[in-house]
Protein backbone atom coordinates (compact mmCIF):
# COMPACT_ATOMS: atom_id res chain seq x y z
CA UNK A 1 0.00 0.00 0.00
CA UNK A 2 2.15 2.38 0.93
CA UNK A 3 4.18 1.83 -2.43
CA UNK A 4 1.10 1.94 -4.42
CA UNK A 5 0.34 5.22 -2.48
CA UNK A 6 3.71 6.31 -2.98
CA UNK A 7 4.18 5.67 -6.53
CA UNK A 8 0.82 7.11 -8.02
CA UNK A 9 2.05 10.75 -8.00
CA UNK A 10 5.38 9.16 -9.73
CA UNK A 11 3.69 8.23 -12.17
CA UNK A 12 1.61 10.98 -12.30
CA UNK A 13 4.31 13.08 -12.60
CA UNK A 14 6.01 10.38 -15.13
CA UNK A 15 2.84 11.28 -17.43
CA UNK A 16 3.19 15.00 -17.18
CA UNK A 17 6.54 15.00 -18.40
CA UNK A 18 6.11 12.70 -20.82
CA UNK A 19 2.81 15.37 -22.19
CA UNK A 20 5.43 18.06 -21.64
CA UNK A 21 8.02 16.54 -23.53
CA UNK A 22 5.66 15.54 -26.05
CA UNK A 23 4.08 19.22 -26.08
CA UNK A 24 7.62 20.37 -26.59
CA UNK A 25 8.47 17.84 -29.63
CA UNK A 26 5.16 18.97 -31.23
CA UNK A 27 6.27 22.32 -30.99
CA UNK A 28 9.76 21.93 -32.33
CA UNK A 29 8.02 20.07 -35.23
CA UNK A 30 5.65 23.06 -36.20
CA UNK A 31 8.51 25.30 -36.46
CA UNK A 32 10.45 22.91 -38.23
CA UNK A 33 7.14 22.39 -40.75
CA UNK A 34 6.63 26.51 -40.09
CA UNK A 35 10.27 26.69 -41.77
CA UNK A 36 10.32 24.06 -44.47
CA UNK A 37 7.04 25.85 -45.34
CA UNK A 38 8.47 29.40 -45.86
CA UNK A 39 11.81 27.82 -47.71
CA UNK A 40 9.51 26.22 -50.13
CA UNK A 41 7.27 29.02 -50.53
CA UNK A 42 10.78 31.30 -50.81
CA UNK A 43 11.65 28.63 -53.56
CA UNK A 44 8.13 28.85 -55.16
CA UNK A 45 8.73 32.75 -55.58
CA UNK A 46 12.07 31.97 -57.04
CA UNK A 47 11.55 29.27 -59.47
CA UNK A 48 8.15 31.79 -60.49
CA UNK A 49 10.89 35.03 -60.79
CA UNK A 50 13.51 32.83 -62.81
CA UNK A 51 10.17 31.40 -64.96
CA UNK A 52 9.59 34.98 -65.71
CA UNK A 53 13.04 35.42 -66.63
CA UNK A 54 13.63 32.93 -68.66
CA UNK A 55 10.27 33.69 -70.37
CA UNK A 56 10.94 37.27 -71.01
CA UNK A 57 14.33 36.02 -72.13
CA UNK A 58 12.69 33.70 -74.83
CA UNK A 59 10.48 36.38 -76.19
CA UNK A 60 13.40 38.57 -76.32
CA UNK A 61 15.49 36.34 -78.35
CA UNK A 62 12.53 34.70 -80.65
CA UNK A 63 9.62 36.95 -80.09
CA UNK A 64 8.37 40.04 -81.90
CA UNK A 65 10.16 43.10 -81.47
CA UNK A 66 7.31 45.25 -81.07
CA UNK A 67 5.81 46.18 -77.70
CA UNK A 68 2.27 45.24 -79.22
CA UNK A 69 -0.11 42.81 -77.76
CA UNK A 70 -2.10 39.94 -79.63
CA UNK A 71 0.79 39.43 -82.16
CA UNK A 72 2.20 35.57 -81.78
CA UNK A 73 6.08 35.15 -81.15
CA UNK A 74 7.78 33.57 -83.75
CA UNK A 75 11.35 32.34 -85.04
CA UNK A 76 10.86 33.20 -88.79
CA UNK A 77 12.90 36.05 -89.44
CA UNK A 78 16.04 34.33 -87.72
CA UNK A 79 17.17 31.81 -90.18
CA UNK A 80 15.31 30.37 -93.10
CA UNK A 81 14.15 33.86 -93.81
CA UNK A 82 13.21 33.69 -97.17
CA UNK A 83 12.32 29.70 -97.95
CA UNK A 84 9.76 30.48 -94.76
CA UNK A 85 8.32 33.36 -96.50
CA UNK A 86 8.07 31.82 -99.72
CA UNK A 87 6.14 28.71 -98.00
CA UNK A 88 3.76 30.80 -96.31
CA UNK A 89 2.70 31.92 -99.23
CA UNK A 90 2.20 28.78 -101.35
CA UNK A 91 0.21 27.49 -98.13
CA UNK A 92 -1.94 30.70 -98.23
CA UNK A 93 -2.60 30.59 -102.01
CA UNK A 94 -0.98 34.24 -102.56
CA UNK A 95 1.55 35.27 -105.18
CA UNK A 96 4.72 36.70 -104.44
CA UNK A 97 5.62 40.04 -105.57
CA UNK A 98 9.24 40.41 -107.60
CA UNK A 99 8.91 43.99 -108.23
CA UNK A 100 11.54 45.72 -106.16
CA UNK A 101 9.81 48.96 -104.02
CA UNK A 102 12.55 52.21 -104.19
CA UNK A 103 11.07 55.33 -102.49
CA UNK A 104 9.09 57.15 -104.88
CA UNK A 105 7.88 60.47 -104.60
CA UNK A 106 3.85 61.17 -103.38
CA UNK A 107 1.52 63.07 -106.27
CA UNK A 108 0.10 65.85 -104.65
CA UNK A 109 -3.38 64.52 -105.17
CA UNK A 110 -2.66 61.32 -103.47
CA UNK A 111 -1.76 58.01 -105.40
CA UNK A 112 -4.13 55.68 -107.60
CA UNK A 113 -3.86 52.16 -106.92
CA UNK A 114 -1.78 49.45 -108.71
CA UNK A 115 2.03 49.60 -109.47
CA UNK A 116 3.34 52.86 -109.03
CA UNK A 117 6.89 54.52 -111.15
CA UNK A 118 9.71 54.18 -110.07
CA UNK A 119 11.57 57.58 -108.46
CA UNK A 120 12.08 59.90 -110.85
CA UNK A 121 15.08 60.97 -108.67
CA UNK A 122 17.20 58.48 -110.22
CA UNK A 123 19.03 58.09 -113.15
CA UNK A 124 17.85 57.00 -116.60
CA UNK A 125 19.94 54.99 -119.10
CA UNK A 126 18.16 54.16 -122.20
CA UNK A 127 18.60 51.01 -123.66
CA UNK A 128 16.90 51.23 -127.49
CA UNK A 129 15.68 48.21 -128.86
CA UNK A 130 14.33 49.05 -132.87
CA UNK A 131 13.31 46.46 -135.27
CA UNK A 132 16.03 45.13 -137.75
CA UNK A 133 15.08 47.21 -140.90
CA UNK A 134 14.11 44.18 -142.91
CA UNK A 135 11.25 44.10 -140.81
CA UNK A 136 10.16 47.46 -141.23
CA UNK A 137 7.64 47.04 -144.12
CA UNK A 138 4.18 45.84 -143.83
CA UNK A 139 2.69 42.85 -145.71
CA UNK A 140 1.06 45.18 -148.16
CA UNK A 141 4.43 46.11 -149.17
CA UNK A 142 4.05 50.05 -147.64
CA UNK A 143 7.26 50.86 -144.93
CA UNK A 144 6.72 51.41 -141.45
CA UNK A 145 7.09 54.68 -140.00
CA UNK A 146 7.65 55.19 -136.28
CA UNK A 147 4.73 56.26 -134.49
CA UNK A 148 6.43 56.38 -130.45
CA UNK A 149 7.97 53.89 -128.18
CA UNK A 150 6.94 51.90 -125.57
CA UNK A 151 9.03 51.98 -122.44
CA UNK A 152 9.36 49.63 -119.56
CA UNK A 153 11.97 50.20 -116.64
CA UNK A 154 14.24 48.06 -114.63
CA UNK A 155 16.16 48.29 -111.30
CA UNK A 156 19.64 48.00 -111.83
CA UNK A 157 22.77 48.05 -109.81
CA UNK A 158 26.29 49.81 -110.19
CA UNK A 159 29.18 48.97 -108.02
CA UNK A 160 31.07 51.71 -106.45
CA UNK A 161 33.86 53.51 -108.59
CA UNK A 162 37.07 53.82 -106.68
CA UNK A 163 39.23 56.77 -108.79
CA UNK A 164 42.12 58.52 -107.67
CA UNK A 165 41.75 62.50 -107.24
CA UNK A 166 44.93 64.14 -108.95
CA UNK A 167 45.68 67.69 -107.75
CA UNK A 168 47.70 69.65 -110.54
CA UNK A 169 49.46 72.63 -109.10
CA UNK A 170 50.46 74.60 -111.97
CA UNK A 171 53.93 76.63 -111.11
CA UNK A 172 54.73 79.41 -112.98
CA UNK A 173 58.31 81.77 -112.88
CA UNK A 174 59.80 84.83 -114.15
CA UNK A 175 62.24 84.58 -117.10
CA UNK A 176 63.43 87.78 -116.20
CA UNK A 177 65.10 87.66 -113.20
CA UNK A 178 64.35 83.85 -112.91
CA UNK A 179 64.24 84.08 -109.08
CA UNK A 180 60.14 84.50 -108.97
CA UNK A 181 58.19 81.28 -108.58
CA UNK A 182 54.86 80.87 -108.04
CA UNK A 183 52.31 77.60 -107.53
CA UNK A 184 48.99 77.46 -107.48
CA UNK A 185 47.91 76.77 -103.57
CA UNK A 186 46.41 73.28 -102.88
CA UNK A 187 42.68 73.93 -101.13
CA UNK A 188 42.31 73.22 -97.78
CA UNK A 189 41.52 69.79 -96.83
CA UNK A 190 39.65 68.07 -94.27
CA UNK A 191 42.85 65.90 -93.20
CA UNK A 192 45.86 67.22 -94.37
CA UNK A 193 48.80 64.98 -94.83
CA UNK A 194 46.65 62.12 -95.57
CA UNK A 195 45.54 61.02 -99.47
CA UNK A 196 41.92 60.71 -98.05
CA UNK A 197 39.47 62.49 -100.23
CA UNK A 198 35.94 64.20 -98.70
CA UNK A 199 34.21 61.31 -100.51
CA UNK A 200 36.36 58.47 -99.08
CA UNK A 201 36.27 60.03 -95.70
CA UNK A 202 32.17 60.05 -95.92
CA UNK A 203 31.98 56.22 -97.13
CA UNK A 204 33.87 55.39 -94.58
CA UNK A 205 32.05 57.10 -91.73
CA UNK A 206 28.22 56.24 -93.46
CA UNK A 207 29.24 52.87 -94.00
CA UNK A 208 30.50 52.13 -90.23
CA UNK A 209 27.83 54.86 -88.10
CA UNK A 210 24.51 54.59 -90.52
CA UNK A 211 24.69 50.90 -91.74
CA UNK A 212 27.02 49.38 -88.89
CA UNK A 213 29.62 48.01 -91.24
CA UNK A 214 32.53 47.13 -88.72
CA UNK A 215 35.79 48.85 -90.15
CA UNK A 216 37.64 45.00 -91.01
CA UNK A 217 34.69 44.39 -93.32
CA UNK A 218 35.36 47.69 -94.82
CA UNK A 219 39.04 46.84 -95.31
CA UNK A 220 37.90 43.49 -96.97
CA UNK A 221 35.47 45.15 -99.51
CA UNK A 222 37.96 47.66 -100.77
CA UNK A 223 40.59 44.47 -100.98
CA UNK A 224 38.37 43.30 -103.61
CA UNK A 225 38.89 46.78 -105.85
CA UNK A 226 42.54 46.54 -105.51
CA UNK A 227 42.82 49.04 -102.63
CA UNK A 228 44.88 48.45 -99.10
CA UNK A 229 42.71 50.29 -96.55
CA UNK A 230 43.80 48.59 -92.77
CA UNK A 231 41.67 49.09 -90.26
CA UNK A 232 44.28 50.98 -88.17
CA UNK A 233 44.38 53.66 -90.77
CA UNK A 234 40.45 54.10 -91.06
CA UNK A 235 40.38 53.92 -87.40
CA UNK A 236 43.22 56.97 -86.96
CA UNK A 237 41.16 58.90 -90.06
CA UNK A 238 37.81 58.89 -88.04
CA UNK A 239 39.70 59.99 -85.18
CA UNK A 240 41.41 63.13 -86.68
CA UNK A 241 37.55 63.48 -88.05
CA UNK A 242 36.40 63.82 -84.96
CA UNK A 243 38.62 66.74 -83.73
CA UNK A 244 37.89 68.82 -87.29
CA UNK A 245 34.38 69.16 -86.51
CA UNK A 246 34.95 69.80 -83.21
CA UNK A 247 33.56 73.26 -83.87
CA UNK A 248 30.59 72.22 -85.33
CA UNK A 249 29.68 70.02 -82.56
CA UNK A 250 30.38 72.86 -79.76
CA UNK A 251 27.73 75.31 -81.64
CA UNK A 252 25.17 72.31 -81.75
CA UNK A 253 25.61 71.56 -77.85
CA UNK A 254 25.17 75.45 -77.30
CA UNK A 255 21.78 75.34 -79.55
CA UNK A 256 20.72 72.30 -77.16
CA UNK A 257 21.17 73.77 -74.08
CA UNK A 258 19.51 77.10 -74.48
CA UNK A 259 16.60 75.28 -76.43
CA UNK A 260 14.36 75.08 -72.94
CA UNK A 261 13.50 71.05 -73.59
CA UNK A 262 15.63 68.23 -73.60
CA UNK A 263 14.94 64.35 -74.05
CA UNK A 264 17.89 62.74 -72.64
CA UNK A 265 19.15 58.68 -72.55
CA UNK A 266 21.93 56.64 -72.02
CA UNK A 267 23.12 52.77 -73.45
CA UNK A 268 26.44 51.15 -71.95
CA UNK A 269 29.20 50.47 -74.66
CA UNK A 270 32.52 48.80 -73.86
CA UNK A 271 35.72 49.88 -74.01
CA UNK A 272 38.55 47.47 -74.09
CA UNK A 273 41.20 49.59 -73.40
CA UNK A 274 41.42 52.41 -70.64
CA UNK A 275 41.58 52.49 -66.94
CA UNK A 276 38.50 50.95 -66.09
CA UNK A 277 38.59 46.88 -66.42
CA UNK A 278 37.61 45.60 -69.76
CA UNK A 279 34.46 44.09 -69.23
CA UNK A 280 33.43 46.78 -67.30
CA UNK A 281 30.51 48.89 -68.94
CA UNK A 282 31.34 52.09 -70.49
CA UNK A 283 28.24 54.80 -71.37
CA UNK A 284 27.05 56.00 -74.55
CA UNK A 285 24.78 59.29 -73.87
CA UNK A 286 22.37 60.98 -75.83
CA UNK A 287 20.41 64.67 -75.63
CA UNK A 288 17.80 65.58 -78.02
CA UNK A 289 16.11 68.93 -78.92
CA UNK A 290 14.88 71.32 -81.09
CA UNK A 291 11.78 71.12 -83.63
CA UNK A 292 11.58 69.02 -86.39
CA UNK A 293 13.59 70.01 -89.43
CA UNK A 294 16.17 72.04 -86.56
CA UNK A 295 16.45 68.58 -84.31
CA UNK A 296 19.83 68.36 -82.70
CA UNK A 297 21.29 64.62 -81.35
CA UNK A 298 24.07 64.56 -79.33
CA UNK A 299 25.75 61.74 -78.70
CA UNK A 300 28.32 62.15 -75.58
CA UNK A 301 31.50 59.13 -74.74
CA UNK A 302 31.56 58.69 -70.77
CA UNK A 303 32.56 56.04 -68.55
CA UNK A 304 30.43 56.68 -65.92
CA UNK A 305 26.59 56.65 -65.65
CA UNK A 306 26.67 58.93 -62.62
CA UNK A 307 24.98 62.11 -61.84
CA UNK A 308 27.98 64.39 -62.63
CA UNK A 309 27.86 63.21 -66.22
CA UNK A 310 24.10 64.13 -66.27
CA UNK A 311 25.30 67.29 -64.58
CA UNK A 312 28.10 68.36 -66.92
CA UNK A 313 25.49 67.41 -70.03
CA UNK A 314 22.96 69.75 -68.65
CA UNK A 315 24.92 72.60 -66.76
CA UNK A 316 23.49 75.79 -68.46
CA UNK A 317 20.10 74.14 -69.79
CA UNK A 318 17.11 75.72 -68.26
CA UNK A 319 13.46 74.15 -68.57
CA UNK A 320 12.36 70.72 -68.89
CA UNK A 321 14.39 67.39 -69.02
CA UNK A 322 12.60 64.43 -69.79
CA UNK A 323 14.21 60.59 -69.03
CA UNK A 324 13.23 57.44 -67.93
CA UNK A 325 13.53 57.84 -64.67
CA UNK A 326 17.30 57.11 -64.14
CA UNK A 327 18.16 58.66 -60.69
CA UNK A 328 21.21 60.91 -61.37
CA UNK A 329 18.82 63.23 -63.52
CA UNK A 330 16.48 64.31 -60.06
CA UNK A 331 20.05 65.39 -58.15
CA UNK A 332 20.76 67.59 -61.61
CA UNK A 333 16.92 68.81 -61.91
CA UNK A 334 17.02 70.07 -58.33
CA UNK A 335 20.48 71.24 -58.72
CA UNK A 336 19.48 73.36 -61.73
CA UNK A 337 16.27 74.18 -60.96
CA UNK A 338 15.09 72.04 -64.15
CA UNK A 339 11.69 70.38 -64.71
CA UNK A 340 11.88 66.93 -64.76
CA UNK A 341 9.50 64.54 -66.64
CA UNK A 342 8.96 60.86 -67.21
CA UNK A 343 8.81 58.84 -69.74
CA UNK A 344 4.72 56.86 -70.05
CA UNK A 345 6.52 54.34 -72.71
CA UNK A 346 8.85 52.97 -69.65
CA UNK A 347 6.03 52.32 -67.64
CA UNK A 348 4.33 50.83 -70.18
CA UNK A 349 6.96 48.54 -71.00
CA UNK A 350 7.41 47.31 -67.35
CA UNK A 351 3.62 46.04 -67.90
CA UNK A 352 4.64 44.46 -70.89
CA UNK A 353 7.65 42.77 -69.52
CA UNK A 354 4.80 41.10 -67.40
CA UNK A 355 3.25 40.09 -70.21
CA UNK A 356 5.91 38.58 -72.01
CA UNK A 357 6.37 36.88 -68.16
CA UNK A 358 3.14 34.82 -68.24
CA UNK A 359 3.57 31.67 -69.37
CA UNK A 360 2.65 30.87 -72.68
CA UNK A 361 -0.88 29.48 -72.68
CA UNK A 362 -2.07 32.55 -70.74
CA UNK A 363 -0.24 35.27 -72.46
CA UNK A 364 -3.00 36.34 -74.50
CA UNK A 365 -5.66 36.01 -71.77
CA UNK A 366 -6.48 39.35 -69.89
CA UNK A 367 -4.82 40.10 -67.03
CA UNK A 368 -3.94 42.74 -64.39
CA UNK A 369 -0.55 43.54 -67.04
CA UNK A 370 -3.17 43.80 -70.47
CA UNK A 371 -5.17 45.51 -68.48
CA UNK A 372 -2.80 48.07 -67.84
CA UNK A 373 -1.39 48.83 -71.01
CA UNK A 374 -5.09 49.01 -72.24
CA UNK A 375 -4.97 51.89 -70.11
CA UNK A 376 -1.68 53.50 -71.39
CA UNK A 377 -2.61 52.80 -74.83
CA UNK A 378 -5.82 55.15 -74.63
CA UNK A 379 -3.10 58.12 -73.39
CA UNK A 380 -1.13 57.33 -76.84
CA UNK A 381 -4.58 57.18 -78.95
CA UNK A 382 -4.95 61.04 -77.53
CA UNK A 383 -1.54 61.45 -78.84
CA UNK A 384 -2.20 60.65 -82.21
CA UNK A 385 -5.39 62.43 -82.66
CA UNK A 386 -3.58 65.79 -81.73
CA UNK A 387 0.06 65.35 -83.33
CA UNK A 388 -0.60 68.81 -85.59
CA UNK A 389 -1.87 70.85 -82.74
CA UNK A 390 -0.04 73.86 -81.41
CA UNK A 391 1.44 73.58 -77.84
CA UNK A 392 -1.56 75.50 -76.13
CA UNK A 393 -4.19 73.06 -77.87
CA UNK A 394 -1.91 70.24 -77.35
CA UNK A 395 -2.32 71.04 -73.29
CA UNK A 396 -5.52 72.03 -73.19
CA UNK A 397 -7.01 68.70 -74.74
CA UNK A 398 -4.83 66.48 -72.64
CA UNK A 399 -5.80 68.35 -69.60
CA UNK A 400 -9.48 67.84 -70.68
CA UNK A 401 -8.85 64.12 -72.13
CA UNK A 402 -5.69 62.79 -70.53
CA UNK A 403 -5.34 63.70 -66.90
CA UNK A 404 -8.83 61.97 -66.05
CA UNK A 405 -7.58 59.19 -67.18
CA UNK A 406 -4.37 59.16 -66.13
CA UNK A 407 -6.54 59.93 -62.12
CA UNK A 408 -8.15 56.62 -62.80
CA UNK A 409 -4.99 54.95 -63.71
CA UNK A 410 -3.28 56.20 -61.11
CA UNK A 411 -6.21 54.80 -58.65
CA UNK A 412 -6.81 51.43 -60.22
CA UNK A 413 -3.06 51.09 -59.86
CA UNK A 414 -2.66 51.67 -56.36
CA UNK A 415 -5.79 49.35 -55.41
CA UNK A 416 -3.90 46.82 -57.46
CA UNK A 417 -0.46 46.97 -55.26
CA UNK A 418 -2.56 45.79 -52.22
CA UNK A 419 -2.40 42.09 -53.62
CA UNK A 420 0.20 42.09 -55.42
CA UNK A 421 4.32 40.53 -54.24
CA UNK A 422 6.53 43.59 -55.79
CA UNK A 423 9.40 40.73 -56.31
CA UNK A 424 7.64 39.77 -59.69
CA UNK A 425 7.19 41.48 -63.09
CA UNK A 426 4.04 43.11 -62.46
CA UNK A 427 4.57 44.09 -58.87
CA UNK A 428 8.01 45.67 -60.20
CA UNK A 429 5.79 47.61 -63.20
CA UNK A 430 3.61 48.99 -60.20
CA UNK A 431 6.48 49.80 -58.15
CA UNK A 432 8.00 51.86 -61.08
CA UNK A 433 4.44 53.45 -61.83
CA UNK A 434 4.29 54.51 -58.13
CA UNK A 435 7.64 55.94 -57.90
CA UNK A 436 7.60 57.98 -60.90
CA UNK A 437 4.02 58.78 -61.12
CA UNK A 438 4.57 62.69 -60.35
CA UNK A 439 7.02 62.99 -63.21
CA UNK A 440 4.78 60.81 -65.59
CA UNK A 441 2.21 62.97 -65.80
CA UNK A 442 4.01 66.31 -65.92
CA UNK A 443 3.35 66.10 -69.72
CA UNK A 444 0.08 67.07 -69.28
CA UNK A 445 0.65 70.66 -68.72
CA UNK A 446 3.29 71.25 -71.09
CA UNK A 447 2.39 70.72 -74.45
CA UNK A 448 5.70 71.26 -76.07
CA UNK A 449 7.08 68.28 -74.09
CA UNK A 450 6.42 64.58 -75.42
CA UNK A 451 4.32 61.64 -73.39
CA UNK A 452 7.59 59.62 -73.73
CA UNK A 453 11.56 59.85 -74.51
CA UNK A 454 10.67 57.48 -77.94
CA UNK A 455 12.44 60.03 -79.66
CA UNK A 456 15.86 59.89 -77.76
CA UNK A 457 15.27 56.35 -77.95
CA UNK A 458 15.15 55.79 -81.80
CA UNK A 459 18.10 58.19 -81.86
CA UNK A 460 20.27 56.12 -79.78
CA UNK A 461 18.95 52.73 -81.52
CA UNK A 462 21.12 52.79 -84.35
CA UNK A 463 23.99 53.13 -82.34
CA UNK A 464 22.49 49.89 -79.97
CA UNK A 465 22.32 48.35 -83.67
CA UNK A 466 25.62 48.90 -84.57
CA UNK A 467 27.16 48.04 -81.63
CA UNK A 468 25.99 44.49 -82.17
CA UNK A 469 28.32 44.15 -85.37
CA UNK A 470 31.39 46.23 -84.23
CA UNK A 471 30.81 44.94 -79.92
CA UNK A 472 33.21 47.39 -78.81
CA UNK A 473 35.19 49.82 -78.86
CA UNK A 474 38.87 49.98 -78.77
CA UNK A 475 40.26 52.88 -76.88
CA UNK A 476 38.15 55.71 -75.04
CA UNK A 477 39.41 58.32 -78.31
CA UNK A 478 37.74 55.83 -80.23
CA UNK A 479 34.58 55.79 -78.12
CA UNK A 480 34.72 59.93 -78.58
CA UNK A 481 35.03 59.94 -81.93
CA UNK A 482 32.32 57.51 -82.46
CA UNK A 483 29.97 59.71 -80.33
CA UNK A 484 30.85 62.63 -82.89
CA UNK A 485 30.13 60.79 -85.89
CA UNK A 486 27.16 59.46 -84.58
CA UNK A 487 25.91 62.73 -84.21
CA UNK A 488 26.71 63.85 -87.35
CA UNK A 489 24.69 61.24 -89.29
CA UNK A 490 22.32 61.10 -86.79
CA UNK A 491 21.43 64.83 -86.71
CA UNK A 492 21.77 64.93 -90.15
CA UNK A 493 19.11 61.90 -90.98
CA UNK A 494 16.61 63.90 -88.25
CA UNK A 495 16.61 66.99 -90.80
CA UNK A 496 15.92 64.98 -94.02
CA UNK A 497 19.45 64.91 -95.36
CA UNK A 498 21.25 62.11 -96.95
CA UNK A 499 24.08 61.39 -94.65
CA UNK A 500 26.68 60.81 -97.34
CA UNK A 501 26.13 63.78 -99.23
CA UNK A 502 25.53 65.94 -96.26
CA UNK A 503 29.34 64.59 -94.62
CA UNK A 504 30.62 64.88 -98.32
CA UNK A 505 29.43 68.92 -98.20
CA UNK A 506 30.92 68.87 -94.70
CA UNK A 507 34.28 67.32 -95.46
CA UNK A 508 34.72 69.73 -98.31
CA UNK A 509 33.82 73.38 -96.99
CA UNK A 510 34.32 72.77 -93.11
CA UNK A 511 38.41 73.42 -93.96
CA UNK A 512 37.58 76.47 -95.55
CA UNK A 513 35.18 77.78 -93.10
CA UNK A 514 37.30 80.12 -91.09
CA UNK A 515 34.30 82.77 -89.23
CA UNK A 516 31.21 81.38 -87.00
CA UNK A 517 28.54 82.26 -89.35
CA UNK A 518 30.29 80.20 -91.78
CA UNK A 519 30.87 76.99 -89.54
CA UNK A 520 26.70 77.83 -88.59
CA UNK A 521 26.16 77.49 -92.31
CA UNK A 522 27.30 74.02 -92.26
CA UNK A 523 25.05 72.66 -89.24
CA UNK A 524 22.60 70.09 -91.01
CA UNK A 525 19.26 72.55 -90.75
CA UNK A 526 20.86 75.40 -92.32
CA UNK A 527 21.46 72.97 -95.66
CA UNK A 528 18.65 71.97 -98.23
CA UNK A 529 17.92 68.56 -98.77
Known sequence: MLESNSGAPAEAMDGAARIALLESELELLRRRDAERSAELAARERRIRLLEEALRILQADRYGASREKLHVAPGQTELFNEAETIAELNEV??????????????????????????????????????????????CACGSPL???????????????????????????????????????????????????????????????????????????????????????????????ALAERVQPLINLMDERLRASGYIRIDETPVQVINSEKAATAEHWMWVRVAGPPR??????????????????????????????????????????????????????????????????????????????????????YKIERDIGTFSDAERAAVRKEKAAPLLESLNVWATGLMQGTL????????LVYLRNQWPKLIRYVDDGQVAIDTNLAERAIRPFALGRRNWLFADTVNGARASAHMYTLVQTARANDLEPYAYLCRLFAELPAAQTVEQIEALLPWNIKP
Open 92 to 137: LGTEVSLKATPQREEKAGGTKPGRKAIAAHLPRVAIVHDLPKDERH
Open 145 to 239: IEIGSDISEQLDYVPPKIQVLQHVRKKYACPGCEQCVKTAPLPAQILPRTNAAPGLLAHLVTSKYVDALPLYRQEAIFARYGVSLPRATQAAWII
Open 422 to 429: PSGKLGEA
Open 294 to 379: QRIILFDYDPSRGHEVAARLLEGAYGTIQSDGHHAYDQVAKRYGLIHCGCIAHARRKFFEAIKALPKEVRNQPTAAHEAVRRIDEL
